[in-house]
């Protein structure tokens, strides 16, 4: 009780008591990486940040790729090259370069088949923050081409507080997204497993309509009108339908993908419109854009949970429904509002992963998002059987996992082995619950002092 | 009042048994008996304690304390599996079997006979058919369960309980979804249970039912014994007193208790209703409340007053008759509606109906009353917690803080509570469904001197109570309900707890 | 004898019917339809999802649900070909251990859910999690299998007419007998649907309702690794990437296919024809050429929906009829 005074009214009013302990370990988890990790800026070469593939940019022919890589602090970092190369052609030379510097790669053969060579090349000095410099890599010079496989391109540096944060931030705004609109549904007592395909439906009308022209605030309207039909279609669904909220959310996950494809004629839809890309990469005061539009979406959310009547309907229907409507709740509207709002959040989500990456992926846009969001939601405290909609708490499970996602990168495990970690994250905070684990382990615990 | 009886004919004894949950003595040492191939009606109004003893007797609960000898030897089953196969099988309202499996699976699950390994089809049905036989049922085997009505899915229950060799059979409410004529054979089926030596359990609310079928009656209330009779010898209105609590003798004694302004109220009234009734309900009643006005709704569990509570206040929808409020006719389609009209409602079953579990007592108190403190959509917290404090003070609701949750509480306080919510919306009609069940003494005189100061303050008040003393103190007027109809309405000099008893009880001609 | 129609069989009759219908529709249009080569070309192509949804038939109608088998599928299918690849396992060892494996997999999370009271929602979202992590730690990218007795293998089959059945083919059509016979013939499969059906009147029945669970979820897992297994056959390489949506496809069919997603109510056959329409679909969609192939997913969405709808009207229908 002490400490809840101590941290004055402004913090208990903001984040409130219950989140106290996943601050505590967030700060935690940030400390470690910032300490015992090493903090980069990757520049990904034609990959969605969201997928665990990597593009293969095949047999690099003479010339060079470019790509623009947009450092957001000034330092001097390390260059690393991820990249395969076949058995005949190991010990070649090819260059990178980064803004006017060069370096050599002296190409070698992995350990395994299947598994990817890091090489740090030289050093670069980024002189201003959130400037684009071209980077080139290639194969040609004075002896003939030959094909390599390129990862990625690093640029890694010690001990960077501020860029691991941002890192931390502009990787994790998707899921927060997501999740701020998860918890309002769980809430509620319900789930939403379309918000992937939600995502991917978004992207793609923004995608279309700026491919063709249109005006950026004409992708984002539209992106956004699209996303709130889908929820409202969920809403519907279960609020006058009646249907089970993982039966609902099924069928727009297996058709918003198909409906995605469909407005894309089966095809990813590649844009170039810097307005529309600052959504995804642009930075502000030095800090990337999604964070004010994480910030803003939370700030509304709460604004109306916290300040009107809606919260508490919300709440009241995922506690108990039944009373809730002899209270004079409209409970069927309540829920529609709710899965409305989710798909919203989901098509910003899609609005910013398609900015990310600069064109709209049908198929694999959101993939995971849905299980990353529930993960979050779970992580913060909100219970499935609903009742409490703990949106601060979301924010700072998604901030957790994104965490530690970041640390085991950095680490370096590969993205895909990650899912490990996260399922057992997962297995613990549900066990952590549950009350039957718990009595398991107390009756255990008795058996073992009781005298025999 | 107790009956002895020959312990080597006793099939179920149970001598002291006490079971407490937390915050409530659901079973205050109460002693139970039942003889072989004798039909026994377990009685009692609602938190009587019968269901405990029910789950004390099956296994659902361990009790605290006593003992219990079936057939002669002590038991304390774990689980209604483990009772099963002790020889007792409970019977539920709701049929405890496989709807969509067949009737012959239903019969001999767990046991189905099999050959070579694998599951012998016609064998199963011919066993299946073979046990009907025995109990004297002819239904196509093959056919899912849940294509046959409720009547003939608990003989199917009853047939597989006795092909399992069950000694005592227990049915609680098994009548309530059955007409006349599956009544009549089921009664028949349970005779025919007595005759092979099968003792039955049966708990009901229809007392007509219990004069035709049991041997004896046990009377339970408020977790106590009142007494175990002989049917032959026991009246309806004796019966009725015993459940209610009531020596009819002593209450005639009793000088007629009546309340100063008990001369009734005049004026308009502001609630008007005729014909108002619900198909398979509550059958068409009418109803008058003035202002200022406190009107009882009097009968035992079953007669229908929540149902006609509910019809008052929208939750249900009325496929009959009118409502007028203040002289024009209004349609109370929901709780929304009835709310705009200033109608509260303040439900029977707190849990299922009334409390929200997880909320704060502030956030339980301001729910229905929200809208109104809000400006342009914003509701500030201040003035949620004015409300809030102003009702945890006038009802006295015990709580560490208005942020408590409210599952936390006692039952007690969650009724204050759920009070509080309605009293905050300021009603001009308030309907109060047994609010003082689960209060404790003190509580309850707070709660009708609150019924008093609000109709005084021009409230007009329905108010349903199991506790005849408290309708008759409170009320102005009572309308007197059974079997889902309103048979009488009592005002002035004739009200008292004897006439409403009496009314309860009166018997149609054919009825004993 | 008269049949004994009851208000259950109208999900699986209604599948029949649009099955039949679909069947027609497409026969019409392209004439190629009818051949035996289209109907053992599906079901080779798509073997492991009708394995799958044949194990995901017990777990839904037990009343449950499991979303891992996508990964395990792809899991199992990369952990044998790094078995025989990497470690140089023969490939009937490595066969039996994948499928060991799978089935212990399915069973862990079947102990979460019965010891644990985790929801199976979130047990099997983590497995899923789990196995693909697992599939990925095996190897990061496909691996294409040498071994010279399994690409003989993925190239057998049985010649009828001018068609093949493959051995993918003869392996679900066997997996579906098994699973029609488990449902039908033993106490296994009696059990299951009494759980769906009401779990508490099952356990005041004397049904094993835990044991019942931890089996369902053992079997859904080691379908999952023979489906898995299968698709190496045809492929004749493991990919950690494999399998992406498979368990929304394998729910999908086997609610199309007549199975009450909350339990008790459904055949293993009618997973045959949940699978069957799937096939048409696709076929026909195929055949059309104007369409593409994102139309097979909002076309399974649509059915999905409409058959959930049924659902509930028959649902409600049995309910008031018994009442």
Known sequence: ?452 | ?512 | MKLPLSHRHVPLLSTAAVCLLLYAVCAMRYPHFFSLEVFLNFFRNNAPLGIVAVGMTFVILSGGIDLSVGSVVACSGILAAALMEKAGVPPPVAIVLVLAGGAAFGLLMGCTIRYLGLPPFIATLAGMFLARGLGFMASLSALTIRNGLYRAASQWGIEIGRAQASLATLAFLAVLAAGVYLATWTAFGRNVYAVGGSEDAALLMGVPVGRTKLAVYALSGLCAALAGIVATLSKSSGDPRAAFGLELEAIATVVIGGTLLTGGVGYVFGTLLGFLIFGIIDEGIRSEGTLNSSWTRVAVGVLLLLFILLQKLVARTGLRRAA
């Open chain 1, 1 to 452: 009780m002490n400490a809840e005074r101590r941290h004055g009214t402004l913090w208990r009013r903001l984040v409130g008591s219950r989140n106290l302990r996943p601050c505590v370990a967030l700060a935690l988890l940030l400390l470690f990486n910032i300490l015992f990790t090493k903090g980069f800026h990757r520049l990904e070469v034609r990959a969605d940040p969201l997928a665990s593939v990597a593009v293969h940019v095949d047999a690099m022919v003479p010339g060079t790729g470019e790509w623009k890589l947009e450092a957001v602090s000034p330092g001097s970092y390390d260059v690393m090259v991820a990249y395969r190369v076949a058995e005949e052609h190991a010990g070649r030379e090819a260059a990178v370069a980064i803004g006017d510097k060069e370096f050599a790669l002296q190409t070698r053969l992995a350990r395994s088949e299947g598994d990817w060579v890091e090489q740090v090349v030289g050093r670069v000095r980024i002189e201003r923050p959130c400037a684009s410099y071209r980077v080139g890599f290639g194969t040609a010079g004075p002896r003939p081409s030959f094909p390599v496989h390129l990862h990625s391109v690093w640029l890694v540096r010690k001990w960077r507080l501020y860029g691991s944060l941002v890192d931390i931030v502009r990787r994790g705004s998707i899921v927060m997204l997501v999740a701020v609109g998860m918890t309002l549904v769980i809430a509620t007592a319900g789930i939403d497993l379309s918000v992937g395909s939600v995502m991917a439906i978004t992207g793609m009308v923004a995608a279309q309509v700026l491919s063709r022209g249109g005006p950026v605030w004409g992708a984002v309207l539209g992106g956004l009108a699209a996303a709130l039909v889908a929820g409202l279609w969920n809403g519907a669904l279960v609020a006058f339908l009646r249907l089970q909220p993982i039966v609902a959310t099924l069928i727009l996950l297996v058709a918003g993908r198909g409906i995605a494809q469909m407005l894309g004629s089966d095809q990813k839809v590649r844009f170039e419109r810097p307005g529309f890309e600052f959504l995804g990469s642009g930075s502000w005061l030095y800090l990337p854009f999604t964070l004010f539009v994480v910030a803003f979406v939370v700030a509304a959310t709460l604004l109306v949970t916290r300040k009107t009547a809606t919260g508490l309907c919300i709440e009241a229907v995922g506690s108990n429904e039944r009373a809730s409507r002899l209270s004079g709740i409209r409970a069927g509207w309540v829920k529609l509002l709710v899965y409305g709002f989710s798909g919203l959040c989901a098509g910003v989500a899609g609005l910013i992963a398609a900015a990310d990456i600069k064109e709209a992926d049908p198929f694999r846009c959101g993939e995971y998002v849905e299980l990353q969001a529930i993960l979050a939601v779970v992580i913060g405290g909100t219970p499935f059987s609903g009742g409490r909609a703990n949106v601060p708490g979301s924010i700072l499970g998604a901030l957790i996992m994104q965490t530690v996602r970041t640390m085991m990168l950095t680490l370096g495990v590969p993205k895909d082995h990650t899912l490990v970690v996260e399922a057992a994250v997962v297995v613990a905070v549900c066990l952590a619950q549950s009350e039957q684990a718990r009595a398991l382990v107390l009756r255990r615990a008795a058996r073992k002092g009781a005298p025999g």
């Open chain 2, 1 to 512: 009042m107790a009956v002895a009886q020959e312990s080597g004919q006793a099939i179920l004894e149970m001598r002291g048994i006490v079971k407490r949950f937390p915050g409530v003595l659901a079973l205050d040492g109460v002693d139970f008996a039942m003889r072989r191939g004798e039909v026994h009606a377990l009685m009692g109004e609602n938190g009587a304690g019968k269901s405990t003893l029910i789950k004390v007797l099956t296994g659902v609960h361990p009790h605290d304390a006593g003992e219990i000898v079936f057939d002669g030897a002590r038991i304390a089953p774990r689980s209604p599996l483990e009772a099963q196969r002790l020889g007792i099988s409970t019977i539920y309202q709701e049929v405890n079997l496989i709807p969509h499996l067949s009737v012959a699976e239903n019969l001999l699950l767990g046991r189905l006979p099999r050959r070579w390994g694998r599951i012998d089809w016609q064998a199963v049905h011919r066993e299946a058919e073979e046990v009907l036989a025995a109990s004297r049922l002819a239904l196509d085997v093959r056919r899912s369960l849940a294509s046959y009505p409720v009547a003939v899915q608990q003989m199917v229950a009853i047939a597989r309980a006795v092909n399992m060799s069950a000694k005592l059979l227990i049915m609680d409410e098994p009548t309530s979804s059955l007409d006349e004529g599956e009544v009549a054979r089921l009664f028949e089926t349970i005779r025919g249970l007595k005759g092979k030596g099968v003792s039955v359990l049966f708990i009901t609310h229809f007392l007509g039912q219990a004069f035709g079928i049991a041997d004896r009656m046990t009377v339970l209330r408020n977790g106590a014994l009142v007494g175990t009779f002989e049917t032959a010898k026991l009246t309806r209105l004796e019966l009725i007193g015993h459940m209610l609590g009531k020596d009819p003798e002593a209450v005639a004694e009793l000088g007629r208790e009546k309340v100063a302004h008990r001369a009734g109220v005049a004026g308009e009234p502001f609630l008007e209703v005729e014909g108002l009734g619900r198909r398979g309900s509550i059958e068409p009643f009418d109803l008058s409340v003035r202002k200022g006005e406190v009107v009882g709704l009097a009968g035992l569990l079953g007669s229908g007053r929540t149902e006609a509570a509910r019809l008052l206040f929208g939750a249900e929808r009325a496929t009959s008759g009118q409502v007028r409020i203040e002289g024009r006719a209004v349609s109370l389609h929901s709780p929304r509606a009835a709310m705009a009209h200033g109608i509260g409602y303040c439900p029977e079953d707190r849990k299922s109906d009334g409390v929200i579990p997880d909320l704060g007592v502030r956030e339980n108190i301001v729910l229905a009353v929200q809208r109104r403190l809000a400006k342009w959509g914003v509701v500030s917290r201040r003035k949620q917690a004015e409300v809030a404090e102003k009702f945890i003070r006038l009802l006295g609701i015990v709580a560490a803080s208005p942020e408590q949750p409210v599952k936390t509480l006692s039952g007690g306080n969650q009724q204050k509570v759920i009070l509080a919510r309605w009293l905050a919306t300021e009603p001009r009609l308030l309907v109060l469904d047994e609010p003082t069940r689960g209060i404790d003494v003190g509580a309850k005189a707070e709660v009708e001197r609150l019924v008093e100061e609000l109709s005084r303050q021009g409230m007009a008040v329905v108010f349903i109570s199991s506790e005849l003393d408290e309708v008759v103190r409170r009320s102005h007027r009572v309308a007197v309900l059974r079997d889902r109809r309103k048979v009488a309405e009592l005002s002035g000099d004739e009200l008292d707890e004897q006439a409403i008893m009496r009314t309860i009880a009166s018997t149609h001609p054919h009825e004993r």
